[in-house]
């Protein structure tokens, strides 16, 4: 008699481990950095170690008061060198020959500029850990202030909607394009509403980790910096995916694969209209905004010659 | 008559800085000191002049010198980490012999901190703070009023003496919301900025301008001891002529309490309770923290004074007071681990003080 095996749900296969958060953490409310880390921990499983700054994440993993919402080992170092922080406890356990999982889990502020030299040189040496940068498009730990990866047009404190100023002027910095151009092992972008996707590329990640470097975007909204309802997150996420603003691939060595298209892209207004930080936008500068997304993407498209799945 | 507001101390510095005619604001996020970078970010464009956030406080104070070096007035401000990280371009400012002006805002250390008050870069901020011989003019203010105006000061300083200025406040005069009363202040006639890089053509001689940070390539002296002399020099004459400090009831004080920031309101308090109960107590407010008012505490520690330091750190402006007494005169300390709790948000209370006063004298 052949023995039926229940069938799981798909996410839940991948997991590897028990939760290693607490219920009800400290992030405000609606905010989908919980959500990461939770699966974070759960896919790369116990032996991880989680290095971490001054950011948003910081009030849980570093812990407010009188604790952490969690179980994981926390390495709270410094902006400006986290990567070369990690690189040093990286080299240790691997001396010592202990497999574990280093993470480096930053903001955007921490990866695209006051911490990309050392995340610039950590890549280039291909040192054998995993880098996540929760990308919300701004210094949102300080009081939203802008950073290079802001879009343009966003209104932050630092770009007022005003008299003059009409948002930020300038566009974003493609940081995990800059990253795959370093040649690492694996670098990828992923977000939460295509979570399937997202735990794939962890597993992946846990693996290519050994071959050295591994990039992962998490493109991760932030309800209060940018205007948008608490219970939103994910749907701007899939929408963030399904007009190509931000597309999901990864590239190995610099081989670059769409894990994800889309059929029929949606114009960006789509988009746009769920965020209050791009309601004062005219026709002419959405326009704009479009015409970036749709060179970023087709750029992407470019580079992705292989292996890109067929659309659904 | 200025235009009288209800701001806080961190957002007074920005209106000091736009009375004092500076061009030039380049900043990046950091608690406390975001609102001053926030108020540039939406007055200063409105004015028609520079705001930049820069990638990170490297990249502000780089930014500073090169608006420095050709001529215009800039400013930047930062808290306890980015302060650190500046060090290295304000030694080189002080070697270019270039204006600028920096806040720093104070908060808790060592490293990262609390992102709360504290007093703790005193030692940075008046010992140079970056590698080689250099002292930079050190303003700490202990209101909004005062933010504002000695952030204007600044600027007049670091023209006058062609090198850094710094003004230290802390989280607590940073976020205080308070009367102030926006006003030019007028500090009298500055010499043309003739060294700056502007352009052959904008010199009357038509000849370039070199802003070099090395002493020994015979450009600006003629070796390098010449520089070191220079600067000797430099330092000599804003220990003469710019110390500030405010003296309160201290005319027959045996008790003197030092302070500044916003331990000196604390100790005002302290100084007025001590003095309803028949004690002598009096204060002295260091508004310039360096130059450090080392003649009038030898003074009164001669006269037989006793003194007492409040201050939110473990003890930094107490080495200042106990070199100038050299041992003349007992040197007592309220110090950090005096806060009424023990979290990052306790303060120095002027109970606290008054208690300590008691006990001493």
């Known amino acids: ?312 | 008559m200025g235009e009288r507001m209800f701001i806080e101390g961190n957002i007074a510095v920005g209106w000091g800085a736009a009375s004092a005619g500076c061009q030039a604001f380049f900043g990046y996020p950091i608690t406390p000191q975001n609102e001053i970078t926030e108020w540039f970010a939406r007055e200063f464009p409105k004015m028609g002049r520079i705001f930049a956030q820069s990638q990170s406080e490297l990249g502000s104070i780089n930014l500073v010198y090169g608006a420095a070096a050709a001529g215009v007035r800039a400013m930047t401000s930062t808290s306890g980490p980015g302060w650190s990280l500046m060090q290295e371009t304000m030694s080189d400012m002080a070697n270019a012999e270039l204006p600028c002006v920096v806040v720093d805002v104070q908060r808790g250390g060592p490293g990262g901190g609390p992102i709360r008050h504290a007093q703790q870069d005193y030692f940075q901020c008046t010992r140079g703070g970056g590698h080689g011989d250099y002292r930079n003019i050190v303003l700490a203010p202990a209101s909004s009023q005062e933010s504002c105006d000695l952030v204007q000061l600044a600027f007049y300083l670091a023209d006058k003496y062609r090198n850094p200025v710094v003004v230290m406040t802390d989280a607590i005069i940073g976020r205080l919301r308070e009367t102030v009363e926006v006003e030019k202040i007028e500090f009298g006639p500055l010499p043309d900025k003739d060294w700056a890089v502007k352009g052959k053509a904008r010199h009357k001689d038509g000849k370039r301008r070199i802003v070099d940070h090395s002493g020994d390539l015979l450009r600006r002296y003629p070796s390098y001891r010449a520089l070191l002399q220079s600067l000797e020099q430099k330092m000599k004459q804003m220990q003469e002529s710019e110390l500030r400090y405010e003296g309160y009831k201290m005319e027959d004080a045996s008790l003197i309490l030092v302070a500044y920031g916003y331990t000196a309101r604390v100790a005002k308090e302290a100084v007025n309770m001590a003095r309803a109960d028949g004690i002598k107590a009096g204060l002295i407010r260091l508004i310039t923290a360096w130059p450090f008012p080392y003649q009038v505490i030898r003074e009164k520690a001669c006269q037989g004074g006793k003194f007492l330091v409040v201050e939110d750190s473990l003890g930094q402006v107490i080495e200042d007071v106990r070199f100038a007494v050299e041992g003349r005169a007992e040197v007592h300390l309220v110090s950090i681990l005096d806060r009424h709790i023990p979290t990052d948000g306790g303060m120095i209370l002027p109970d606290k003080v008054f208690d300590k006063i008691k006990e001493i004298q």
């Not at chain 1, 356990?93 to 999982?101: C, E, F, L, M, P």
């Not at chain 1, 998490?218 to 931000?246: H, K, L």
Request: include cysteine; charged fraction near 20%.
């Open chain 1, 1 to 312: 008699m052949t023995q039926k095996k229940k069938k799981l749900p798909r996410v839940f296969e991948y997991f590897r481990d028990e939760d290693q958060f607490a219920g009800g953490v400290a992030f405000c409310a609606g905010c989908p950095l919980e959500l990461t880390l939770r699966i974070l921990s759960k896919v790369l499983g116990r032996e991880t170690i989680i290095v971490g700054t001054p950011s948003c994440s910081a009030p849980v993993l570093y812990g407010q008061n009188i604790g952490t919402w969690h179980r994981l080992p926390y390495y709270s170092c410094l902006m400006t060198g986290v990567a070369s922080s990690a690189t040093g406890l990286v080299r240790y356990y691997r001396k010592i020959g202990k497999d574990v999982t280093v993470v480096c889990f930053t903001g955007d502020g921490c990866a695209a500029d006051v911490g990309f030299q050392p995340l610039s040189g950590a890549a280039e040496r291909n040192e054998n850990f995993i880098y996540i940068c929760y990308d919300n498009e701004g210094y949102m730990n300080t009081g939203i202030q802008r950073s290079s990866t802001t879009p343009f047009g966003a209104a932050t404190t630092t770009t007022p909607v005003g008299v003059v100023g009409r948002g930020k002027e300038m566009s974003a910095k493609n940081l995990p394009l800059i990253m795959a151009m370093h040649r690492v092992p694996y670098v990828a972008t992923a977000t939460l509403s295509h979570m399937e996707d997202f735990i794939k590329k962890l597993l992946k990640a846990k693996e290519k980790k050994n071959e050295g470097f591994v990039y992962i975007h998490v493109f991760s909204p932030c309800p209060v910096g940018w205007g948008i309802e608490s219970d939103s997150a994910i749907q701007v996420c899939r929408m963030a995916v399904r007009t190509n603003y931000f597309p999901l691939w990864e590239a190995e060595r610099g081989r670059f694969r769409l894990t994800h298209t889309v059929a029929t892209p949606k114009p960006v207004t789509e988009y746009t209209k769920l965020i209050r930080k791009f309601r004062h936008l005219t026709e002419e500068e959405l326009a704009r905004l479009q015409e970036e997304v749709n060179s970023n993407f087709a750029f992407l498209h470019h580079l992705a010659e292989f292996e890109t799945p067929k659309a659904c």
